[in-house]
């Protein structure tokens, strides 16, 4: 139905409705990837478990626990920090070239 709820919006195209909740699992790439998702997203909270305990029965020192925890988490402060770097320097920038000379 081509019907717009008010005179200032676009019709919405017939290929655009949503004909169905599942009608993207139609399509043959999200029903390979949704489940490969799934098992990632599954897979590394199981992986860090296994080596957590692998370095523990290997070495039985908490600390190299905690070595094995602190680098699982350095990569994503560090992400995390290079990123908010770059948002304040990009906005450094275009506040800079704002200003006249």
């Known amino acids: ?15 655009l409705e949503l004909s169905s909740p599942l009608a993207a699992f139609e399509s043959r790439d999200v029903r390979v990837h949704a489940p490969a998702r799934l098992l990632a997203a599954t897979a590394y909270p199981l992986q860090s478990a296994a080596v957590g305990f692998q370095v523990h ?24 920090i290079a990123t908010r770097l770059s948002m304040r320097a990009s906005r450094a920038g275009r506040s800079e070239a704002m200003i006249p000379s």
Do not use: E, K, Q, Y
């Open 1 to 15: 139905m081509n019907v717009a709820p008010c005179p200032f919006m676009a019709t919405v195209p017939d290929a």
């Open 57 to 80: 029965d290997l070495t039985h020192n908490p600390l190299a626990l905690g070595d094995v925890g602190l680098a699982h988490f350095l990569p994503w402060s560090a992400r995390h």
